[in-house]
């Protein structure tokens, strides 16, 4: 039976109008019903919206030290859990095991490392140019803040901004990716359980389209922060905009590998296989381009095509699975779509490039982990977002060339860069304009203590994650206070003694 999942309003989990539901789905097995959720209706998100505002006052009064308590609480309970999560970020969103629980162990260390952050959330305390006179800045919250999450990364996303966002002392109203509410839900409850107190933290399921837009739009939101898709993201802004509200928008890319002539092959075809393969391709950050020095475009090819025709699709509950189904079948008949565009625009397919069929894969969404060669960067393979398991791989006649290519899209989330010489790096990690860059390794795998984001297309407003310039730029705004003691009235720049 599957489960009947509910929103969280005020501290009480609200039963949905029975008509209106949407189903969680197993990507690997569509029979699989695992929840229904409801499909909120702007009169949820108003009394969310409404319950958030209520218990701003009391939050952000609570000592940000007591505030990072309950994350250190719910940091505890998700490490306890996670076989048991992990599991079901598996079987809800289709990512093998492995990464399944790496999923949790996210959300485990950005729990710990907002935990923190209650006892630093530091400003500057600097002297005053008059006498008797004190200067200091202070973070204070921001308000209710609505956030959007995507699938992809069910538990770690939602992690990375409700912790921060909590830990400020905000409120907050939730809204999980309808492919993925049963992940969410578990992480709400874990939120309930560690000690928040009622309306603290709200949750209405939905789509996009009608719980997503009436949350975004309520006047009752100070702030937006948004991970998904381009077109979502960027409608977002502009309402944002219009509404004089701050917006964060995390939008995906077009992640290139560099492989230089001079790089470990075989290390590169491996990073290129996890960066281009992992999570089905399904990550903002996943390696959809590997820009290829031509000296060794040909042995880096047949070494990557022979690796990826080894992987192992199936079930990610499944031991010995390497590669899992993508997340739903809209998803996998885009994906089947850009692999046609890459035929018809010319590029080579060397590897996979179909719907994956055979016995009980025809009961899911899987796609053959697919390599194109001879790719031309104004191709539209090498430009779009695919987000499934497509690798294009482009030739350069060098390093200048390699970093043009590179930057040469709307996007900038990251990039990486293969090499043994240490002048190349250095080049790279200064030219390559993306948020993220890495030195022999791939274009996956951020760590929570630093900001997470990108340039250009990938997003906008202050970036995701710990670090400084990461997620408490976005969940608090800055105070400054001035004292005088003097007892005397004192002007600044006038009163020079
Ligand atoms: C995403 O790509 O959608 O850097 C998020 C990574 C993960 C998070 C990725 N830590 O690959």
Known sequence: MPETLRNLIDGRWTEPPPSKTIESVNPARASDVLARAPRSSAAEVDAAVLAARRAFDGWRLT??????????????????????????????MGKVLKEGLGDVQEAVDMAFYMAGEGRRLSGETVPSELPDKDAKSVRVPVGVCALITPWNFPVAIPAWKIFPALVCGNTVVFKPSSLTPACATRLVEVLVEAGLPPGVLNMVHGTGAETG??????????AVSFTGSCDTGEGIEQACGALHRSVSTEMGGKNAIIVMDDADLDLAVEGAVWGGFGTSGQRCTAASRVVVHERVREAFVD?????????????GLDYGTDVGPVVSQEQMNKVLDYIEI???????????GQRAMKGPLAEGWFVEPTVFSDV???????????????????????????????????????????????NNSAIAE????????YINASTIGAEIQLPFGGTKGSGSGPREAGGRGGALDFFTKWKVIYRDFSGRLQKAQIDRG
């Open 303 to 315: 070494k990557l095509v022979g690796r990826a025709k080894t992987l192992r699709l199936g079930d």
């Open 213 to 222: 837009n009436a949350l975004v739009s309520h006047p009752g939101i100070d």
């Open 342 to 352: 890459g035929k018809k625009e010319g590029a080579k397919l060397l590897c996979g």
């Open 63 to 92: 000592p940000a030290p007591r505030r990072g308590e309950v994350l250190f609480r719910a940091g505890e309970l998700l490490a306890r859990r996670k076989e048991e999560l992990g599991g079901l970020v598996t079987r809800e």
């Open 430 to 437: 200064r030219d390559l304009d993306t948020g993220l860059v």
């Open 376 to 422: 031309d960067p104004n191709m539209r393979i090498a430009r779009e977002e695919i987000f499934g398991p497509v690798v294009a791989v482009i030739r350069a006649r060098d390093l200048a060339h390699a970093v043009e290519i590179v930057n040469g899209t709307k996007y900038g989330l990251s990039s990486a860069i293969y090499t043994r010489d240490v």
